[in-house]
């Protein structure tokens, strides 16, 4: 059974999970790594989700205020050995209650295109493409996400 914790960006669990996020990203972005990790700082990020198997950190995501209304959803991670469980929209899940309850209107994000599975996993949990935002405006690898809760029935 998959049991969640929220924490922040302190948690030793969810410094390891990141690190093998990091190794990850970097095999999969080659040259574009450089540019991709100075957008994913984790120091003093507040609202941190851990996903736990049996006394396992198997999942992590993170939020971040981006406007007023939106929070920015980072550091989406499952190591390979326990994908396809179901892990990631678990994850997500927990992050938009978050939001919600924080009063946010809207979660976006960015993942990149040499990341097919994440994409799937985003268009299967109702978020839609938007046009890049921020930093990822213009940057041909980057795929980015909204979920506007407000139009949710």
């Known amino acids: 059974m998959i049991t969640i914790k929220r924490t922040n960006s302190n948690d030793p669990a969810f410094q390891e999970l990141v690190k093998a996020l ?29 996903a736990w198997e049996n006394n396992e950190a198997v999942g992590c995501g993170a939020l971040r205020t981006y406007t007023d209304d939106t929070m920015e959803v980072k550091r989406m991670f499952v190591p390979l050995q326990h994908r396809r469980k179901g892990i990631a929209s ?12 924080l009063g946010y209107q809207k979660c976006i994000l960015e993942t990149g295109k040499n990341q097919p599975e994440a994409i799937a996993m985003y268009q299967r949990n109702q978020y839609k493409i938007i046009p890049n935002f921020g930093k990822y405006t213009g940057v041909e690898n980057s795929v980015c996400f909204e979920k506007d809760f407000s139009k949710e029935h």
């Open 90 to 101: 678990v994850v997500l899940s927990e992050l938009e209650n978050w939001c919600r309850e």
């Open 22 to 50: 990091d190794l990850e990203l970097q095999k999969r972005d080659g040259e574009e790594h450089a540019f991709y990790a100075q957008l994913n700082k984790t120091d003093h990020i507040k609202h941190v989700i851990v």
